[in-house]
């Protein structure tokens, strides 16, 4: 394994940067996107949470895979030509905001609804409460779940390989068949994920069990 | 393109698909059974805390845990045979989900154990029972009905996981659909409307189980 990080470094450490690129880019587009639904799904307006209701099951109940390619196979075809990178990182972003919109809204719900009644009771709108008294406290319980998603979406932006997105899982098996040592290129591609992946999982352990 | 759509849904093409929808059910089905024993067995180690024993259980389980499916994937279909074992493809896949969902289910049964009330424990030993009578007779059967609705939520992560083994040529669905619109362009957005329909009908139809569990438990 240790000659595979020798002899492809380079190409690994592409990957690596593509991969984390990627998630990145998608963990703030589907922040934004999960909060502003999820707090479509908490409006009092019934259209606005049915409109959140059925993104968030079209997308949650979806693979991952179906997304992506859909954007890879389908949009140059009819709508705008885009890389497997681009069509990657749209499919990651959408899929992940049904889940983020998930779990804000069940820490949005873990906050006293107290807090929402003496906020409008002192004179502010429903959505002033939202911004000002509810979201601050609700981000606080939402942290390791959104921390575990952030591992999720790591580990699924190895979708990318499907289309073509030259991320980590995509630059192993080019070195993998270009070296004929698939364990080892495995390996390899294994210990960078872990790298990402394990220092997260086990800080958002700790935060878990500190919060509790 | 509604002829589109009546030409891309033929019989033939149908039945192609359906017989797809077989094959990801046929290996989500197995994968859940084998990886609801195996992650059970190994979050219930995790929990009891065997000296070294469960240390090195639990650190290869997040090992796991942490890498992607496909990367499993890859190991049991292209890595198993360079140690001697060439897998099939259906119990290829089947083994990368169950390796990798077991470890996913052995997290969730730990937590769920660990959320029982510690009285529950020295109550049952207080009583005369045994450690592993209290863990099986009073612990356990609680646990199990917290973890039931993030348990059913996993599978439904499997049964959509199942769409990556596409990657090692399982015929599934989405494998399937490639091939009917390879032949035909047209047919490529009948054919996603398909597949992600068939998808969201199975999930769909778990998901609300899911919920209806959560409900009866609360």
């Given at each position: 394994m240790i000659h595979i990080f020798a002899n492809y470094g380079g190409t690994l450490l592409y990957g690596l940067g593509q991969t984390l690129l990627c998630s990145v880019l998608a963990l703030i587009f589907s922040l934004i996107l999960g909060t502003l639904f999820a707090l479509l799904e908490e409006s009092p307006s019934k259209f606005a949470r049915g409109v959140a209701r059925v993104y968030i099951e079209i997308f949650r109940n979806i693979p991952l895979l179906v997304i992506t390619m859909f954007f890879y196979v389908v949009f140059p075809l009819y709508v705008v030509?885009?890389?497997?990178?681009?069509?990657?990182?749209?499919?990651?972003?959408?899929?992940?905001?049904?889940?983020?919109?998930?779990?804000?809204?069940?820490?949005i719900q873990s906050v006293d609804p107290g807090q929402m009644e003496g906020a409008r009771a002192n004179g502010l709108s429903f959505w002033q409460a939202m911004r000002y008294i509810i979201l601050p406290q609700a981000f606080r319980y939402v942290i390791p779940p959104l921390g575990n998603q952030f591992v999720n979406l790591v580990k699924n932006?190895?979708?990318?390989?499907?289309?073509?997105?030259?991320?980590?899982?995509?630059?192993?098996?080019?070195?993998?068949?270009?070296?004929?040592?698939?364990?080892?290129?495995?390996?390899a591609v294994g210990v960078l994920y872990l790298v990402i992946t394990m220092p997260i999982s086990y800080y958002m352990r700790y935060l878990e069990k500190r919060l509790a | 393109m509604l002829q589109n759509f009546i030409d891309a849904y033929s019989p033939d093409n149908l039945r192609y698909l359906f017989g797809g929808l077989g094959i990801t059910i046929l290996v989500s089905v197995v994968s859940i059974i084998g990886s609801f024993i195996i992650g059970s067995i190994l979050g219930i180690i995790r929990y009891v805390k065997i000296k070294y024993f469960s240390a090195i259980v639990g650190f290869i389980?997040?090992?796991?845990?942490?890498?992607?499916?496909?990367?499993?994937?890859?190991f049991t279909?292209?890595?198993?045979?360079?140690?001697?074992?060439?897998?099939?493809?259906?119990?290829?896949?089947?083994?990368?989900?169950?390796?990798?969902?077991?470890?996913?289910?052995?997290?969730?049964?730990?937590?769920?154990?660990?959320?029982?009330?510690?009285?529950?424990?020295?109550?049952?030993?207080?009583?005369?029972?045994?450690?592993?009578?209290?863990?099986?007779?009073?612990?356990?059967p609680q646990a199990m009905v917290k973890m039931i609705p993030a348990i059913v939520s996993q599978f439904i992560s499997l049964v959509k996981d199942t769409s990556l083994a596409t990657i090692i040529l399982l015929p599934e669905m989405l494998y399937r659909?490639?091939?009917?619109?390879?032949?035909?362009?047209?047919?490529i957005i009948p054919m996603f409307v398909a597949i992600a329909l068939m998808y969201f009908v199975v999930c769909y139809c778990l998901s609300v189980l899911a919920r209806y569990l959560e409900k009866r438990q609360a």
């Open positions: 030509k885009m890389n497997g990178f681009t069509a990657g990182t749209i499919g990651l972003t959408l899929y992940t905001s049904a889940f983020i919109a998930e779990t804000v809204r069940a820490g932006s190895s979708t990318l390989a499907f289309v073509g997105g030259f991320d980590l899982m995509y630059q192993g098996n080019v070195i993998a068949s270009s070296s004929l040592e698939t364990i080892a290129a495995y390996s | 389980i997040d090992i796991i845990r942490n890498l992607p499916l496909i990367l499993i994937l890859f279909y292209f890595g198993l045979p360079n140690l001697g074992v060439k897998p099939e493809i259906i119990p290829a896949a089947i083994l990368a989900m169950t390796i990798f969902e077991s470890t996913m289910l052995a997290e969730i049964v730990r937590s769920g154990i660990q959320a029982v009330d510690p009285g529950q424990m020295e109550g049952a030993r207080a009583n005369g029972l045994t450690y592993w009578q209290g863990l099986w007779h009073i612990v356990l659909s490639q091939i009917i619109y390879g032949q035909n362009t047209n047919y």
